[in-house]
């Protein structure tokens, strides 16, 4: 039987990323049926894992916050087996390291490395206000702020250049995929609010699992995997294999696809490269790690120290991003040296499992970061993580609003 010959639904979602599934949760809690319709063979849109020998890897985000006001309220992690990474960052410079840690959970360690570290004592200080200020300020107050780049809002906020080209800059481009931090500044806030509310985790089956447990949640919702959308209005989407009518349909798909099928602002786009490394089994690895003689990576995590179901037993599975989408040998070759130095290994023992390149990884979050109500264009709802915040949190939080306005009206 054609998979899309069925009865009329109440509402069509073209999209089984994220931002569709929670859309399509909220109607099912409201009694109403959904076809999620998606050109792929499975669910999360740009969260997608997959396996190479017995390693598992990540294609675009790799982590997830618990935090996130709309994974708190979809309850969604309630049995989802999340491992949280130790609160830490290691920077490494020439032969020397330190780490600084979240001084409410390794008080000792905090102090020790902000002693070993080139911050000053007033940057530390304007570090602990700028974070209790994200963390004890509102979301909804947050955006109402005079917005500006991240760079801007770091000065303004009384940090110093060293501080920032050491400390932020390293940390934060890794985060917004920006190097130059141009992003907005009161998005950047709600990041740092996230950060000082949870401890970002993996899953031993990778990003996917988190997608797969939202569409487990879905209880009335018939998903059409393997379709590809030719056209949609505001009852009906028709693709090569058929065509379905609703009473409302939502475009949940990434803002270029959103853009050839209703017309929505096309968005800018950040990049990002992946290197995958297996070392021999580490020890003590589970913070992040920065190298700040070689600023090629923006950062580099062994995902294995906390789930180890996601390496071989004697190996460590170590991913080393980049931002930007055109790797070379002779970064991949400067990538495995940091690596190498990073976790204090030889070189030859970083051997590489794969490249994932993501032109599409994450929407430029220019300032003034705008939060918008449903999105609608000519009758038909959009919903993605390009029209809130380019985050997880964002895409729920637009396939929330979605729901809710087909609900209201």
Request: glycine residues 6%; hydrophobic residues 40%.
């Amino acid at each position: 039987m054609n998979p899309l010959e069925t009865d009329d639904v109440d509402v069509i979602i073209v999209g089984a990323g994220l931002a569709g599934l929670r859309c399509a949760k909220i109607l099912n809690d409201h009694g109403k049926t959904v076809s999620l319709v998606e050109r792929s063979d499975y669910v999360g849109g740009r969260l997608h894992s997959f396996r190479i020998d017995d390693y598992v890897i990540d294609e675009g985000f790799q982590l997830v916050n618990p935090s996130y006001p709309e994974i708190v309220s979809s309850g969604v992690l309630k049995n989802f087996d999340l491992r949280s990474f130790d609160s830490t960052i290691r920077f490494q410079n020439g032969t020397e390291s330190y780490e600084l840690a979240d001084p409410r959970k390794h008080p000792l360690s905090s102090l020790r490395g902000f002693f070993k570290s080139p911050l000053a004592i007033s940057d530390a200080l304007k570090l602990s206000s700028l974070f209790g200020k994200s963390l004890l300020s509102s979301a909804r107050n947050i955006v109402a702020q005079e917005d500006m780049s991240a760079k801007e809002g770091l000065i303004t906020s009384g940090i110093s250049m060293s501080a920032i080209e050491d400390l932020f800059q390293p940390f934060l481009r890794g985060i917004l995929l920006d190097d130059e931090l141009s992003s907005s500044w009161n998005y950047t806030r709600l990041l740092l609010k996230s950060f000082a509310q949870g401890s970002p985790g993996t899953h031993p089956l990778g990003i996917e699992a988190l997608a797969a447990a939202f569409a487990d949640q879905l209880s009335m919702t018939t998903i059409h995997f393997n379709t590809n959308v030719q056209s949609v209005g505001p009852t009906a989407v028709v693709t090569a294999e058929g065509s379905l009518t609703a009473k409302s349909v939502v475009v949940a798909t990434d803002g270029n696809t959103a853009q050839l099928l209703v017309g929505s602002t096309l968005p800018r786009w950040h990049s990002q490269t992946t290197w995958w490394w297996s070392l021999p089994k580490l020890e003590n690895s589970s913070g992040l790690r920065i190298d700040l003689d070689d600023r090629l990576l923006s950062s580099a995590l062994d995902l294995s120290s906390k789930a180890p179901e996601r390496s071989p037993a004697t190996r460590s599975l170590v991913a080393a991003p980049m931002n930007g989408d055109r790797p070379t040998t002779e970064f991949e070759n400067r990538a495995r040296t940091s690596v190498a130095k990073m976790y204090d290994v030889n070189s030859s023992d970083v051997q590489l499992i794969t490249t994932s390149v993501v032109p599409l990884a994450l929407p430029v979050a220019a300032p003034p970061l705008t939060l918008r109500r449903a999105n609608v264009r000519n009758g038909v709802y959009c919903a993605g993580d390009y029209l809130e915040t380019p985050s997880i949190q964002g895409a729920l939080a637009s396939g929330a609003k979605c729901a809710r306005a087909i609900l209201a009206n």
